[in-house]
């Protein structure tokens, strides 16, 4: 009779098979005191009793099996009863590009705690906590957890690879109330432990030599029904098998296609296809042709949920037909099961997708759909704008102005000097415009012109930047904006013209003293017209009207040779003070809002960098 078949002359069916006291008991109602005492009850009572052993449900064991079981439970309780196994089992070796990409995640997730929301990066760091978990413990074990819905026989199945009655099976819902654990070898209690199995739920499969040596490694793991109307099984589905290393799923021929199965589990796992096995149970009761109809449409199902198919050699889910109940099938899935655990990946290989699906949730905070940065064109724009709003242009055109009058001064005749000095004569006199405070209406506007240009780059900056960089990005600008205007104002103050009258051009003195001797020129003239005049001098008209025509007519030339003269040196004066307060402008909003941003575009680039190593696919065990 194949394993796991039931009789009513079964003598191995949990209803006829003898119980110790402690079996029992509730599993809620044990404590780890008691765990103690029934081990080591178990151990006396196994090498006085021989045939039976103790548990949650009663197993038959041979004689040779009972001692075995003892002395190991005996040893385990000297080093701390941590379970089966006194061995230091060699601990998990990643390979180069997994450890790579676990370190580009950790990298990450350090970078964009203070961007992104913890919850954001709370599946990545879990991520990361139990791939180092895992790596401590033994590597040549594969933890492997049998899922399944209620009535899908997977602790029948769970019964039959283990060659003995271990979780008890019936027709009461739900039968499987907490986890158990088989191991066919020592050195699992870490892995064990790791899943939160207490010591009274653990097992040893039936000791032969062919199953030992075929299924060698394995750690065979019965989770309650994933659709369980109690909700603490459900919450221990999802917690265990975000820790096994692989899973198989038992699915029977009335609900392989129900949807809580497929949308909550299959389709979210479907990057973790390799490690995968979906087992399509109770073919026995299907006639004819119909389990290969059946098991075809489950594969296009699988198809659909995006879970890749191991076929033709290609990695991917193992899909098999089997019977727990007759033992049709069985064998190949321990052959399967064999291969899969000596290959000894699956814990890399799980990790990996591990990795992958954090990526795949991670991919909007870090995946931008446009070119991202700032051009030198916003550069631009935004430095003109400042200049606009701190009146650079202006204070150019004022310097120019200011020139300008400064050689009109120095060079315009005396009686025009004489005149422009008495219209002048309450301004200032250092050839300056006189600094009127500024108007309400015009601080308000230039405030306006700052804010504006503040919030263009900032919107250029971000633009195609994912939602966590871009209101970053913009918090950088705002916070640099505040007291910008008021530090303009200082600049302008300090870096527009300078103190005292502009300088002058080198021609500057022989201009002066050309319109000097104009001046003597029309003096002289109208001096020698006077004395003639009087008759202290002989008549002669010509020469002293020559004079002052000359004199008259030379000191408008020359202060309108000097004006044109003084032109050019004017503007270059003028461009120099627009230059100087536009580079003050542009350096207070480099140093407050351009720097603060390039350097969150910076930190994004290197997340992205990061982000790319992680989404880096292959992995493996060294």
Known sequence: MAPGSHKPSDPLRPSEAPRSPESAKSPDDSTDSTDSSESAESAESAESSGPWDDGLIARRVTEATAVALAAERVTALDSGGRGPGSQTPAPLAYDG?????????????????????????????????????????????????????????????????????????????????????????????????????????????????????????????????????????????????????????????????DAVLHERYLRPMAGHAEIMFVVLNQIDRLPGEAADQVLDDLRRLLDEDGIALGEHGEPGATVLALSALTGDGVGDLRESLGQFVAERGAAARRVSADVDAAAADLRPVYAAGLRVGLSEEAREEFTDRLADAVGATAAGEAAERAWLRNANRACGTPWLRLWRWYQSRGESSTGRIPVRAAQPDEEATARQRVEQAVRTVSDRASTGLPAPWAQAVREAAVRGSQGLSEALDDLAARAGLPPGRPPRPGWWPAAVLVQAAMTLLQVVGGLWLFGQIVGVMAPNLGVPVLLMVCGIVGGPLVEWSCRMAARGPARRYGQEAERRLREAAAGCGRARVLDPVAAELLRYREVREQYGRVVRSGTGVG
């Not at 929301?117 to 033994?138: F, I, P, Q, Y």
């Not at 009655?165 to 654990?181: L, M, W």
């Open 97 to 257: 590009r997994l450890r790579s990409r676990l370190d580009a995640l950790r990298e990450l997730v350090g970078l964009s705690r203070a961007r992104v929301e913890s919850e954001t990066l709370a599946e990545a760091g879990r991520v990361l906590d139990e791939a180092a978990a895992r790596r401590k413990l033994s590597g040549g074990h594969t933890v492997v957890a049998i899922a399944g819905a209620t009535g899908s026989g997977k602790s029948q199945l769970f019964n039959a690879l283990a060659g003995v009655a271990i979780s008890e099976t019936g027709v009461r819902r739900p039968t499987t109330a907490a986890p158990i654990a088989c191991s066919w070898s020592d050195g699992a209690a870490g892995l064990i432990d790791r899943l939160g199995i207490p010591g009274r739920l653990r097992r040893r499969p039936l000791q032969s030599p062919e199953a030992e040596a075929q299924l060698r490694g394995l750690v065979l793991v019965d989770l309650p029904d994933h659709d369980s109307a109690a909700v603490e099984h459900r919450k221990q589905v999802d917690r265990i098998l975000k820790l096994v290393d692989a899973v198989i799923w038992v699915v029977d021929p009335e609900k392989y296609a």
